[in-house]
C-alpha cells in the first residue's frame, strides 16, 4: 500500500485539476470502473478505492488514481481543462518517478566531516583552488541533508572576472 501511495494521486487532487466536484470525479470514476467491469478489464491499474478523513474526522471515500488513471481521465476531457490536467498529471508523475537523489540524513556527522577532509586535502595536494574544495564541501554537505549558509562558497574576484571577460569575448554576455 505505501508503494501504491508513492505513485498515485488522490482523486480529490485529481478533481482540483479537472475543475470538478470530487463527488461527481467519484461519480465518473465508478462509471469507468463498470464499463471495464462489463469489458472485463480490471479497473486497480487506474482506480484503487480508498477513504480519506476529513478536518471534521469523518471517514469519506476516494480512490487513489495511477498513472494510467490519470491518462483515462485526460482522455475524456477535452479543452483548456484537459491541457492542464494533463499538463500537471504528467509533471506530478514525473516528479514521482525521478526524485532528487539525495542520500538520507545521516545519524553520523563525524563521518561526514572525517570524508570532507579527506577530500579536502586530496584536492590541496592537487593542487585545487579553495573556492572549488568549498563546492565540493557543500555540495556533499546537501546530499545528507546538512544545511549551510547561502553564501558559504565565494568565488574570488579574479575568478570572477575571468569568466565575465570569456563570455564578454564570446559574444554571449
Known amino acids: 500500500m505505501h508503494d501504491l501511495m508513492r505513485t498515485t494521486i488522490t482523486s480529490m487532487e485529481a478533481a482540483e485539476w479537472c475543475g470538478k466536484e470530487h463527488s461527481k ?7 469507468y470502473i463498470s464499463q471495464l ?17 476529513t478536518e471534521q474526522n469523518k471517514t469519506l471515500p476516494c480512490f487513489l488514481v495511477t498513472k494510467k488513471g490519470c491518462e483515462f481521465i ?29 542520500i538520507p540524513p545521516t545519524e553520523h556527522p563525524g563521518e561526514v566531516a572525517n570524508l570532507l577532509k579527506v577530500l579536502s586535502n586530496r584536492m590541496d595536494k592537487q593542487g585545487i583552488a579553495p573556492y572549488k574544495s568549498a563546492e565540493m564541501v557543500k555540495m556533499v554537505c546537501e546530499q545528507y541533508g546538512i544545511q549551510l549558509p547561502a553564501d558559504f562558497v565565494k568565488v574570488p574576484k579574479y575568478e570572477q572576472m575571468s569568466i565575465v571577460k570569456f563570455l564578454e569575448g564570446s559574444g554571449k554576455a
Open 74 to 102: 485526460a482522455h475524456k476531457m477535452t479543452g483548456q481543462r484537459g491541457t492542464e490536467f494533463t499538463a500537471r498529471y504528467i509533471n506530478r508523475f514525473h516528479e514521482m518517478e525521478n526524485p532528487k537523489k539525495q
Open 37 to 53: 467491469g462489463e469489458a472485463k478489464i480490471g479497473f486497480s491499474d487506474f482506480f484503487n478505492e480508498s477513504t480519506y478523513v
Open 25 to 31: 470525479l467519484l461519480r465518473d470514476i465508478r462509471n
